[in-house]
C-alpha cells in the first residue's frame, strides 16, 4: 500500500542543523520529494532524489536516501528563522502512475527559534 | 512566469450548500491536479487531467464532487451538496506534463470552512 508517515513537531534553534524525518512504505517509488508550505501559502519543491541514489546536496540542504528501510531524511545546515515551516515528505509511487500522482505525508512543523 | 492561480481564496458555506473553485495553471502547462488538505495532514489527490481529459480520479468523491478542465486550460472543481467533513484546503498544481520527474507548481488554495 502506499503510506508515508513523519513526526509531527520539531522545534531547533537558530544556526543549529535540523533533521526531518520520514518513512515510506511503497518500494516502488522512483522519485522521492521534500515540500515546504508557508502559512497561508502553497507548497513549494524543495528538492527531490531519484530511487538509485542515497545522497543528494542542494546548498544548505541535504537528502539521505535509505533504501532498504524506505526510509528518507531532510537536513537543513544553518537553519534560520525563515526555515520555519511544514515540511512535507511526498513519494511518486509505481506502477500505473505515469501521471505522477504524488502521496505526503503528514508533514513536520519546524520550528526555529533565534 | 505568472504562478498558478485560485480564486477564492476563502470560503464559508453552509452543509448542503454547493460551492465551486477554480484554478488557472501556468501557461503552458499540460498537467493540472486539484488535491484536499485536511488540517493536520498532507494533500492528497483528488483529480488529475491532461490537457482537457482526466488521468486520475479514483480518490474523488463522484458523488458530490466534479471537475472540469474545459479547452484543456482553466479548471473548475464543485462540490454538491457540501458536507462538514470537506472543510479543508483545495490546492491546484499543474506540471509542464504528467509524470514523476515533472515538478508539481502549486497554486496558493481555497480554504473551505462548511458550517
Given at each position: 500500500g502506499e503510506d508515508v508517515e513523519q513526526s509531527l513537531f520539531l522545534s531547533v534553534?537558530?544556526?543549529?542543523?535540523?533533521?526531518?524525518?520520514?518513512?515510506?512504505?511503497?518500494?516502488?517509488?522512483?522519485?522521492?520529494?521534500w515540500y515546504k508550505q508557508e502559512p497561508g501559502a502553497g507548497l513549494q519543491l524543495l528538492t527531490y532524489i531519484f530511487s538509485n541514489m542515497d545522497m543528494k546536496q542542494d546548498q544548505r540542504l541535504t537528502v539521505l536516501l535509505n533504501k532498504k528501510d524506505k526510509h528518507l531524511?531532510?537536513?537543513?545546515?544553518?537553519t534560520q528563522t525563515g526555515?520555519?515551516?511544514?515540511?512535507?515528505?511526498?513519494?511518486?509511487?509505481?506502477p500505473g502512475n505515469q501521471g505522477g500522482k504524488l502521496i505526503f505525508g503528514q508533514g513536520t512543523e519546524l520550528s526555529v527559534k533565534p | 512566469e505568472a504562478g498558478v492561480a485560485q480564486s477564492p481564496r476563502?470560503?464559508?458555506?453552509?452543509?448542503?450548500q454547493s460551492v465551486a473553485f477554480w484554478c488557472n495553471p501556468i501557461s503552458g502547462h499540460a498537467t493540472l491536479y486539484w488535491?484536499?488538505?485536511?488540517?493536520?495532514?498532507?494533500?492528497?489527490?483528488?483529480?488529475?487531467?491532461?490537457?482537457?481529459?482526466?488521468?486520475d480520479d479514483s480518490q474523488l468523491p463522484k458523488d458530490r464532487f466534479s471537475a472540469e478542465r474545459l479547452k484543456g486550460v482553466d479548471s473548475t472543481l464543485k462540490i454538491q451538496p457540501a458536507k462538514l467533513e470537506d472543510s479543508a484546503v483545495y490546492l491546484?498544481?499543474?506540471?509542464?506534463?504528467?509524470?514523476?520527474?515533472?515538478?508539481?507548481?502549486?497554486?496558493?488554495?481555497?480554504r473551505l470552512l462548511v458550517l
Open positions: 534553534r537558530e544556526g543549529d542543523s535540523s533533521v526531518i524525518n520520514c518513512t515510506y512504505t511503497d518500494s516502488s517509488s522512483t522519485y522521492l520529494y531524511s531532510l537536513r537543513i545546515a544553518d526555515d520555519s515551516a511544514i515540511y512535507f515528505c511526498a513519494e511518486s509511487p509505481l | 476563502y470560503k464559508i458555506i453552509e452543509k448542503r488535491y484536499q488538505q485536511i488540517l493536520g495532514q498532507g494533500p492528497k489527490l483528488l483529480i488529475q487531467f491532461q490537457n482537457n481529459g482526466v488521468v491546484c498544481a499543474s506540471s509542464r506534463m504528467g509524470g514523476p520527474r515533472e515538478t508539481q507548481y502549486f497554486g496558493p488554495g481555497t
